[in-house]
Protein backbone atom coordinates (compact mmCIF):
# COMPACT_ATOMS: atom_id res chain seq x y z
CA UNK A 1 0.00 0.00 0.00
CA UNK A 2 1.33 3.20 -0.94
CA UNK A 3 2.41 5.60 2.15
CA UNK A 4 -0.31 8.30 1.19
CA UNK A 5 -2.47 5.93 0.70
CA UNK A 6 -1.85 4.47 4.45
CA UNK A 7 -1.67 8.34 5.82
CA UNK A 8 -4.99 9.04 4.26
CA UNK A 9 -6.81 5.79 5.54
CA UNK A 10 -5.52 5.87 9.05
CA UNK A 11 -6.48 10.03 9.26
CA UNK A 12 -9.68 8.75 8.23
CA UNK A 13 -10.05 6.06 10.26
CA UNK A 14 -9.10 7.79 13.42
CA UNK A 15 -11.65 10.36 12.14
CA UNK A 16 -14.72 8.03 11.42
CA UNK A 17 -13.39 6.65 15.43
CA UNK A 18 -13.76 9.92 16.72
CA UNK A 19 -17.21 10.71 15.21
CA UNK A 20 -18.68 7.06 16.19
CA UNK A 21 -17.55 8.23 19.69
CA UNK A 22 -18.77 11.35 19.83
CA UNK A 23 -22.26 9.78 18.73
CA UNK A 24 -21.73 7.22 21.26
CA UNK A 25 -21.68 10.18 23.88
CA UNK A 26 -24.59 12.26 22.49
CA UNK A 27 -27.12 8.85 23.16
CA UNK A 28 -25.56 8.36 26.49
CA UNK A 29 -26.16 12.03 27.10
CA UNK A 30 -29.60 11.64 25.92
CA UNK A 31 -31.02 8.75 27.73
CA UNK A 32 -29.40 10.20 30.88
CA UNK A 33 -31.83 13.17 30.15
CA UNK A 34 -34.66 10.88 29.81
CA UNK A 35 -34.10 7.81 32.12
CA UNK A 36 -35.96 8.08 35.33
CA UNK A 37 -34.31 8.45 38.40
CA UNK A 38 -34.58 5.01 40.43
CA UNK A 39 -35.52 4.48 44.38
CA UNK A 40 -34.13 1.48 46.69
CA UNK A 41 -35.73 0.89 49.47
CA UNK A 42 -35.16 -2.12 52.29
CA UNK A 43 -37.39 -1.06 55.19
CA UNK A 44 -38.36 -3.03 58.38
CA UNK A 45 -41.34 -2.66 60.83
CA UNK A 46 -41.25 -2.84 64.08
CA UNK A 47 -45.03 -3.41 65.30
CA UNK A 48 -44.16 -3.11 69.14
CA UNK A 49 -42.95 0.40 68.88
CA UNK A 50 -44.65 1.25 65.32
CA UNK A 51 -41.80 2.65 63.70
CA UNK A 52 -40.09 1.91 60.07
CA UNK A 53 -36.00 1.88 60.24
CA UNK A 54 -35.35 2.56 56.20
CA UNK A 55 -32.02 2.16 53.91
CA UNK A 56 -33.03 4.31 50.47
CA UNK A 57 -30.40 4.70 47.89
CA UNK A 58 -31.34 7.04 44.89
CA UNK A 59 -30.06 7.40 41.86
CA UNK A 60 -30.75 10.55 40.66
CA UNK A 61 -29.84 12.23 37.40
CA UNK A 62 -29.30 16.23 37.23
CA UNK A 63 -32.15 17.35 34.70
CA UNK A 64 -32.02 21.12 35.92
CA UNK A 65 -30.45 22.65 33.41
CA UNK A 66 -27.77 23.94 36.05
CA UNK A 67 -24.72 22.77 38.14
CA UNK A 68 -26.03 21.58 41.27
CA UNK A 69 -24.41 22.16 44.83
CA UNK A 70 -27.13 20.75 46.91
CA UNK A 71 -30.08 18.66 46.48
CA UNK A 72 -33.57 18.69 48.65
CA UNK A 73 -36.28 16.20 48.77
CA UNK A 74 -39.67 15.51 50.78
CA UNK A 75 -39.53 13.78 54.08
CA UNK A 76 -43.58 13.81 54.67
CA UNK A 77 -43.42 11.87 58.01
CA UNK A 78 -42.53 15.06 59.80
CA UNK A 79 -45.41 16.83 58.95
CA UNK A 80 -46.60 15.00 62.26
CA UNK A 81 -44.06 15.80 64.66
CA UNK A 82 -46.26 18.71 66.23
CA UNK A 83 -49.95 18.41 66.90
CA UNK A 84 -50.29 22.57 65.71
CA UNK A 85 -48.48 21.85 62.74
CA UNK A 86 -50.05 18.48 61.80
CA UNK A 87 -51.82 18.40 58.07
CA UNK A 88 -55.74 18.05 59.76
CA UNK A 89 -58.16 20.51 59.76
CA UNK A 90 -58.69 21.54 63.22
CA UNK A 91 -62.82 21.14 63.48
CA UNK A 92 -62.18 17.48 62.05
CA UNK A 93 -58.93 16.32 64.80
CA UNK A 94 -61.03 14.23 66.64
CA UNK A 95 -61.54 12.68 63.74
CA UNK A 96 -58.34 12.13 62.13
CA UNK A 97 -56.87 10.99 66.01
CA UNK A 98 -59.42 9.34 67.41
CA UNK A 99 -57.16 8.63 70.56
CA UNK A 100 -55.75 11.66 71.12
CA UNK A 101 -53.09 13.26 69.57
CA UNK A 102 -49.39 11.08 69.41
CA UNK A 103 -46.29 12.27 67.34
CA UNK A 104 -44.64 10.62 64.59
CA UNK A 105 -41.90 11.81 61.91
CA UNK A 106 -38.48 10.76 60.36
CA UNK A 107 -35.69 10.78 62.68
CA UNK A 108 -32.32 10.94 60.18
CA UNK A 109 -29.40 8.82 61.18
CA UNK A 110 -26.94 9.54 58.48
CA UNK A 111 -26.91 10.73 54.14
CA UNK A 112 -23.91 10.03 51.95
CA UNK A 113 -23.35 11.33 48.15
CA UNK A 114 -21.22 8.75 45.89
CA UNK A 115 -20.34 6.79 49.94
CA UNK A 116 -19.31 10.35 51.07
CA UNK A 117 -20.81 11.73 54.37
CA UNK A 118 -22.60 14.85 53.34
CA UNK A 119 -24.00 17.79 54.83
CA UNK A 120 -27.89 17.90 55.81
CA UNK A 121 -30.48 20.09 57.23
CA UNK A 122 -34.36 20.15 57.67
CA UNK A 123 -36.12 23.25 56.65
CA UNK A 124 -39.64 24.28 56.09
CA UNK A 125 -42.22 25.21 59.23
CA UNK A 126 -42.81 21.41 59.31
CA UNK A 127 -39.25 20.15 58.74
CA UNK A 128 -40.64 18.24 55.64
CA UNK A 129 -37.73 19.95 53.17
CA UNK A 130 -34.20 17.47 53.54
CA UNK A 131 -31.66 20.23 52.28
CA UNK A 132 -28.36 17.69 51.54
CA UNK A 133 -25.23 19.82 50.59
CA UNK A 134 -23.06 18.05 48.00
CA UNK A 135 -19.74 17.37 49.03
CA UNK A 136 -18.94 18.48 44.94
CA UNK A 137 -20.49 20.45 41.91
CA UNK A 138 -23.08 18.63 40.14
CA UNK A 139 -23.20 19.40 36.45
CA UNK A 140 -26.09 19.26 34.20
CA UNK A 141 -26.93 15.60 33.26
CA UNK A 142 -24.48 14.71 35.94
CA UNK A 143 -25.73 11.65 38.07
CA UNK A 144 -25.08 11.13 41.95
CA UNK A 145 -26.21 8.58 44.11
CA UNK A 146 -27.47 9.11 47.48
CA UNK A 147 -27.66 6.72 50.31
CA UNK A 148 -30.45 7.75 53.47
CA UNK A 149 -30.62 6.04 56.83
CA UNK A 150 -33.58 7.16 58.58
CA UNK A 151 -36.01 5.64 61.07
CA UNK A 152 -40.21 6.57 60.82
CA UNK A 153 -42.11 6.63 63.97
CA UNK A 154 -45.87 6.11 63.21
CA UNK A 155 -48.96 7.94 64.92
CA UNK A 156 -51.88 6.36 66.02
CA UNK A 157 -54.76 7.82 63.61
CA UNK A 158 -56.45 7.93 60.67
CA UNK A 159 -54.50 9.72 57.90
CA UNK A 160 -52.41 8.70 54.92
CA UNK A 161 -49.42 8.18 57.60
CA UNK A 162 -49.88 5.84 60.58
CA UNK A 163 -51.37 3.00 62.21
CA UNK A 164 -54.68 1.87 64.00
CA UNK A 165 -55.44 -1.09 65.60
CA UNK A 166 -56.51 -2.58 62.52
CA UNK A 167 -54.07 -1.64 59.73
CA UNK A 168 -50.55 0.51 58.99
CA UNK A 169 -50.53 3.11 56.24
CA UNK A 170 -46.94 4.01 54.47
CA UNK A 171 -48.45 6.21 52.68
CA UNK A 172 -45.62 9.74 51.95
CA UNK A 173 -43.69 7.86 53.65
CA UNK A 174 -40.74 7.27 52.11
CA UNK A 175 -38.24 10.46 50.98
CA UNK A 176 -38.67 11.86 47.56
CA UNK A 177 -36.66 14.18 45.35
CA UNK A 178 -38.12 17.27 45.33
CA UNK A 179 -39.23 18.92 42.21
CA UNK A 180 -36.96 21.55 40.84
CA UNK A 181 -38.96 24.42 38.90
CA UNK A 182 -36.50 25.91 36.80
CA UNK A 183 -35.35 28.32 39.92
CA UNK A 184 -35.20 26.10 42.82
CA UNK A 185 -36.27 22.94 44.50
CA UNK A 186 -40.03 23.00 45.37
CA UNK A 187 -40.86 23.12 48.89
CA UNK A 188 -44.27 22.80 49.54
CA UNK A 189 -46.12 22.61 53.38
CA UNK A 190 -48.10 19.75 53.73
CA UNK A 191 -51.06 21.24 53.97
CA UNK A 192 -54.86 20.18 55.69
CA UNK A 193 -56.49 20.33 52.98
CA UNK A 194 -56.35 18.52 49.45
CA UNK A 195 -53.08 16.53 48.24
CA UNK A 196 -49.90 18.86 48.64
CA UNK A 197 -47.89 16.34 46.42
CA UNK A 198 -45.63 17.61 43.04
CA UNK A 199 -43.63 14.91 42.31
CA UNK A 200 -41.59 13.10 39.07
CA UNK A 201 -42.03 9.94 37.69
CA UNK A 202 -39.23 7.10 39.15
CA UNK A 203 -38.57 3.67 39.36
CA UNK A 204 -39.22 2.19 42.72
CA UNK A 205 -37.45 -1.59 44.19
CA UNK A 206 -39.23 -1.64 47.47
CA UNK A 207 -38.50 -4.89 50.27
CA UNK A 208 -40.56 -4.73 53.33
CA UNK A 209 -39.81 -6.67 56.20
CA UNK A 210 -42.73 -7.18 58.22
CA UNK A 211 -43.97 -9.63 60.71
CA UNK A 212 -45.65 -13.38 59.06
CA UNK A 213 -49.13 -12.29 60.04
CA UNK A 214 -49.32 -9.08 57.94
CA UNK A 215 -51.22 -9.04 54.36
CA UNK A 216 -49.38 -6.17 52.24
CA UNK A 217 -51.32 -4.02 49.40
CA UNK A 218 -48.72 -2.56 47.11
CA UNK A 219 -48.17 -2.21 43.43
CA UNK A 220 -46.12 -4.00 41.46
CA UNK A 221 -45.34 -7.21 43.87
CA UNK A 222 -43.26 -9.46 42.95
CA UNK A 223 -42.59 -12.22 45.62
CA UNK A 224 -43.17 -12.58 49.40
CA UNK A 225 -40.39 -14.60 51.04
CA UNK A 226 -39.62 -14.88 55.06
CA UNK A 227 -41.40 -12.05 56.47
CA UNK A 228 -40.29 -10.03 53.07
CA UNK A 229 -42.38 -8.35 50.45
CA UNK A 230 -40.64 -7.26 47.59
CA UNK A 231 -42.17 -4.52 45.07
CA UNK A 232 -41.07 -3.08 41.65
CA UNK A 233 -42.56 -0.74 40.15
CA UNK A 234 -41.69 1.79 37.48
CA UNK A 235 -42.74 5.36 36.30
CA UNK A 236 -44.40 6.22 39.50
CA UNK A 237 -44.64 9.61 41.12
CA UNK A 238 -44.61 7.66 45.00
CA UNK A 239 -45.09 4.42 46.05
CA UNK A 240 -47.73 3.94 48.82
CA UNK A 241 -48.26 0.69 51.06
CA UNK A 242 -50.74 -0.68 53.09
CA UNK A 243 -51.17 -3.78 55.20
CA UNK A 244 -53.08 -5.39 57.84
CA UNK A 245 -53.35 -8.31 59.38
CA UNK A 246 -56.90 -8.41 59.17
CA UNK A 247 -57.02 -8.24 55.12
CA UNK A 248 -58.85 -10.73 52.85
CA UNK A 249 -58.11 -10.59 48.99
CA UNK A 250 -59.92 -10.84 45.86
CA UNK A 251 -58.40 -10.67 42.55
CA UNK A 252 -58.93 -10.54 38.83
CA UNK A 253 -57.79 -9.36 35.35
CA UNK A 254 -59.21 -6.53 33.13
CA UNK A 255 -57.63 -6.16 29.91
CA UNK A 256 -54.78 -7.29 30.92
CA UNK A 257 -54.33 -5.89 34.55
CA UNK A 258 -53.84 -7.96 37.69
CA UNK A 259 -56.08 -6.64 40.08
CA UNK A 260 -55.99 -7.01 43.69
CA UNK A 261 -58.78 -6.00 46.40
CA UNK A 262 -57.96 -5.60 50.09
CA UNK A 263 -60.86 -5.78 52.29
CA UNK A 264 -61.73 -6.90 56.21
CA UNK A 265 -64.38 -9.69 54.98
CA UNK A 266 -63.98 -11.55 51.74
CA UNK A 267 -67.53 -10.07 50.73
CA UNK A 268 -66.08 -6.45 51.18
CA UNK A 269 -63.27 -7.46 48.81
CA UNK A 270 -65.27 -8.84 45.90
CA UNK A 271 -67.61 -5.70 45.97
CA UNK A 272 -64.38 -3.36 45.75
CA UNK A 273 -62.43 -5.52 43.12
CA UNK A 274 -66.24 -5.76 41.02
CA UNK A 275 -65.98 -1.73 41.16
CA UNK A 276 -62.21 -1.27 40.55
CA UNK A 277 -62.40 -3.38 37.29
CA UNK A 278 -65.18 -2.01 35.89
CA UNK A 279 -63.60 0.86 36.51
CA UNK A 280 -60.36 0.17 34.79
CA UNK A 281 -62.21 -0.76 31.89
CA UNK A 282 -64.44 2.14 31.66
CA UNK A 283 -61.56 4.61 31.41
CA UNK A 284 -59.28 2.70 29.30
CA UNK A 285 -62.17 2.51 27.08
CA UNK A 286 -62.40 6.28 27.12
CA UNK A 287 -58.77 7.53 27.55
CA UNK A 288 -56.50 5.16 26.88
CA UNK A 289 -54.65 2.15 28.34
CA UNK A 290 -54.21 2.03 32.12
CA UNK A 291 -50.47 2.90 32.99
CA UNK A 292 -49.58 0.01 35.23
CA UNK A 293 -49.33 -3.82 34.90
CA UNK A 294 -51.66 -3.83 37.91
CA UNK A 295 -53.99 -2.19 40.39
CA UNK A 296 -54.77 -2.66 44.25
CA UNK A 297 -57.42 -1.28 46.11
CA UNK A 298 -57.83 -1.46 49.63
CA UNK A 299 -59.63 -0.82 52.63
CA UNK A 300 -58.21 1.48 55.98
CA UNK A 301 -58.85 3.26 58.69
CA UNK A 302 -58.75 6.49 56.91
CA UNK A 303 -61.28 9.17 57.58
CA UNK A 304 -61.16 11.13 54.75
CA UNK A 305 -62.85 8.97 52.50
CA UNK A 306 -60.49 7.94 49.52
CA UNK A 307 -56.81 8.67 48.25
CA UNK A 308 -54.95 7.91 45.19
CA UNK A 309 -51.02 6.68 44.97
CA UNK A 310 -49.74 5.10 41.72
CA UNK A 311 -51.37 1.64 41.18
CA UNK A 312 -52.88 1.71 44.66
CA UNK A 313 -55.87 3.83 46.42
CA UNK A 314 -56.77 3.28 49.58
CA UNK A 315 -60.48 3.89 50.76
CA UNK A 316 -62.14 3.99 54.36
CA UNK A 317 -63.03 1.14 55.76
CA UNK A 318 -66.56 2.81 56.44
CA UNK A 319 -67.60 2.84 53.10
CA UNK A 320 -67.93 -1.15 52.81
CA UNK A 321 -70.26 -0.98 56.00
CA UNK A 322 -72.81 1.73 54.79
CA UNK A 323 -75.41 1.13 51.43
CA UNK A 324 -75.44 4.26 50.12
CA UNK A 325 -73.43 3.74 46.92
CA UNK A 326 -70.60 6.05 48.07
CA UNK A 327 -68.23 2.83 48.21
CA UNK A 328 -68.80 2.41 44.52
CA UNK A 329 -68.48 6.27 43.75
CA UNK A 330 -65.33 6.91 45.78
CA UNK A 331 -63.63 3.60 44.05
CA UNK A 332 -64.26 4.77 40.35
CA UNK A 333 -63.16 8.29 41.63
CA UNK A 334 -60.03 6.99 42.86
CA UNK A 335 -59.69 4.63 39.99
CA UNK A 336 -59.36 7.90 37.67
CA UNK A 337 -56.70 9.07 39.30
CA UNK A 338 -54.54 6.62 37.77
CA UNK A 339 -54.99 8.47 34.43
CA UNK A 340 -55.25 12.16 36.41
CA UNK A 341 -52.57 12.28 38.58
CA UNK A 342 -50.55 8.85 38.49
CA UNK A 343 -50.34 9.00 34.49
CA UNK A 344 -50.36 12.31 33.75
CA UNK A 345 -49.55 14.46 36.59
CA UNK A 346 -50.32 18.25 37.27
CA UNK A 347 -49.02 20.58 39.86
CA UNK A 348 -51.82 19.89 42.96
CA UNK A 349 -50.71 22.55 44.73
CA UNK A 350 -50.99 25.56 42.65
CA UNK A 351 -53.42 24.07 39.56
CA UNK A 352 -55.38 20.93 41.67
CA UNK A 353 -58.10 21.50 39.34
CA UNK A 354 -55.95 19.75 36.95
CA UNK A 355 -56.49 16.15 38.22
CA UNK A 356 -59.46 16.73 40.68
CA UNK A 357 -61.68 18.01 38.39
CA UNK A 358 -61.05 15.56 35.87
CA UNK A 359 -61.17 12.56 38.34
CA UNK A 360 -64.80 13.64 39.63
CA UNK A 361 -65.75 14.44 36.06
CA UNK A 362 -64.81 10.57 35.22
CA UNK A 363 -66.65 9.70 37.81
CA UNK A 364 -70.21 10.89 36.16
CA UNK A 365 -68.81 9.65 33.15
CA UNK A 366 -67.96 6.19 34.61
CA UNK A 367 -71.97 6.64 35.41
CA UNK A 368 -72.93 7.24 32.60
CA UNK A 369 -71.02 4.33 30.65
CA UNK A 370 -72.11 1.44 33.49
CA UNK A 371 -75.59 2.76 34.31
CA UNK A 372 -76.85 5.32 30.95
CA UNK A 373 -77.21 8.97 30.93
CA UNK A 374 -80.55 8.94 33.73
CA UNK A 375 -77.62 8.31 36.23
CA UNK A 376 -75.11 10.95 35.10
CA UNK A 377 -77.93 13.37 34.87
CA UNK A 378 -79.16 12.53 38.29
CA UNK A 379 -75.55 13.10 39.30
CA UNK A 380 -74.91 16.00 37.81
CA UNK A 381 -78.49 17.66 39.04
CA UNK A 382 -77.76 16.52 42.65
CA UNK A 383 -73.70 16.51 42.97
CA UNK A 384 -72.21 19.75 40.72
CA UNK A 385 -75.17 22.11 39.67
CA UNK A 386 -75.23 23.37 43.12
CA UNK A 387 -71.68 24.81 43.02
CA UNK A 388 -72.77 26.95 39.84
CA UNK A 389 -75.61 28.00 42.09
CA UNK A 390 -73.47 28.72 44.85
CA UNK A 391 -74.14 32.69 46.01
CA UNK A 392 -70.33 32.31 47.39
CA UNK A 393 -68.45 30.86 44.29
CA UNK A 394 -70.07 33.07 41.46
CA UNK A 395 -67.37 34.87 39.89
CA UNK A 396 -64.38 32.69 41.74
CA UNK A 397 -62.35 30.90 39.13
CA UNK A 398 -61.82 27.44 39.32
CA UNK A 399 -58.00 28.07 39.27
CA UNK A 400 -56.99 28.24 42.76
CA UNK A 401 -54.38 27.29 44.92
CA UNK A 402 -54.36 25.21 47.75
CA UNK A 403 -53.31 27.91 50.08
CA UNK A 404 -56.11 29.57 49.02
CA UNK A 405 -58.25 27.07 51.32
CA UNK A 406 -59.54 27.18 54.85
CA UNK A 407 -62.05 24.31 54.79
CA UNK A 408 -62.43 20.93 52.51
CA UNK A 409 -65.78 22.16 52.08
CA UNK A 410 -65.02 25.24 50.01
CA UNK A 411 -62.44 22.99 48.36
CA UNK A 412 -64.39 20.77 47.39
CA UNK A 413 -66.88 22.79 45.88
CA UNK A 414 -65.08 24.79 43.68
CA UNK A 415 -62.13 22.07 42.77
CA UNK A 416 -64.25 19.29 42.50
CA UNK A 417 -67.83 20.34 41.94
CA UNK A 418 -67.31 23.71 39.69
CA UNK A 419 -64.56 22.19 38.17
CA UNK A 420 -66.62 19.53 36.81
CA UNK A 421 -69.11 22.04 35.70
CA UNK A 422 -66.44 23.58 33.46
CA UNK A 423 -65.58 20.27 31.54
CA UNK A 424 -69.36 19.57 31.35
CA UNK A 425 -69.59 22.74 29.71
CA UNK A 426 -67.16 21.85 27.25
CA UNK A 427 -68.57 18.62 26.58
CA UNK A 428 -71.88 20.05 25.45
CA UNK A 429 -70.36 22.89 23.79
CA UNK A 430 -67.71 20.51 21.42
CA UNK A 431 -69.88 17.16 21.53
CA UNK A 432 -68.90 14.17 23.06
CA UNK A 433 -66.87 12.50 20.70
CA UNK A 434 -64.44 15.26 20.00
CA UNK A 435 -64.21 15.82 24.04
CA UNK A 436 -62.82 12.91 24.60
CA UNK A 437 -60.57 12.76 21.88
CA UNK A 438 -59.20 15.60 23.58
CA UNK A 439 -58.95 13.71 26.55
CA UNK A 440 -57.38 11.13 24.78
CA UNK A 441 -54.79 13.65 23.39
CA UNK A 442 -54.46 15.00 26.62
CA UNK A 443 -52.91 11.48 28.27
CA UNK A 444 -51.29 10.49 24.99
CA UNK A 445 -49.26 13.54 25.45
CA UNK A 446 -48.32 13.91 28.52
CA UNK A 447 -48.32 10.48 30.34
CA UNK A 448 -45.57 10.14 32.94
CA UNK A 449 -44.97 13.83 32.37
CA UNK A 450 -46.33 16.98 34.82
CA UNK A 451 -48.58 18.55 32.26
CA UNK A 452 -48.82 22.13 32.94
CA UNK A 453 -52.33 23.67 32.42
CA UNK A 454 -51.58 24.97 29.46
CA UNK A 455 -50.85 21.48 28.12
CA UNK A 456 -54.57 20.81 28.59
CA UNK A 457 -55.77 23.86 26.85
CA UNK A 458 -53.90 23.21 24.17
CA UNK A 459 -55.72 20.09 23.88
CA UNK A 460 -58.80 21.56 24.29
CA UNK A 461 -57.99 23.27 20.68
CA UNK A 462 -60.52 26.02 20.06
CA UNK A 463 -61.98 25.50 23.74
CA UNK A 464 -59.30 26.75 25.49
CA UNK A 465 -60.43 30.12 25.59
CA UNK A 466 -64.16 28.93 26.97
CA UNK A 467 -61.99 26.61 29.87
CA UNK A 468 -60.14 29.51 30.53
CA UNK A 469 -63.53 31.42 31.65
CA UNK A 470 -64.32 28.94 34.10
CA UNK A 471 -60.80 29.08 35.36
CA UNK A 472 -60.45 32.61 36.11
CA UNK A 473 -64.02 32.82 37.04
CA UNK A 474 -65.88 34.64 33.46
CA UNK A 475 -68.15 31.88 34.06
CA UNK A 476 -71.05 31.13 36.97
Request: negative net charge; hydrophobic residues 40%; proline residues 3%.
Amino acid sequence: MPAKLYGFLKKYKLLLTGAVLMAALCVALTFAGVQNDRYAIDASYDEQTHTLAVEQVIHMTNRTGETLDHLCLNLYPNAFWEQARAPVIKTEFSHAYPHGFNAGGAQVGSVKVNDREAAWALDGAQKTFLRVQLPFRLRAHGSVELTLSYTVTLPNNRLRMGYSDKDVRLCNVFATLSVHDGDHFRADAYSAVGDPFVSDCADWDVTLRVPDAYVVAGAGLVEKKEGAWVFKGRDMRDFALVMSKDFHVAQTEQDGVSIRSFAYSQESAQEALDYAAQSIKVFSDLYGPYPYPDFSICAAQFYVGGMEYPALVMLDESLYRTDDGMLEFVAAHEAAHQWWYAGVGSDQVNAPWQDEALAEYSTLLYYESVYGAQSFDSLYQSMVRPATENASLKGVGVDQRLDRFESAALYDALIYRKGAAMLHDLRVSMGNDAFIAALRKYYDENLYSIAAPSNFLEALGDNADQALGWLKGAKP
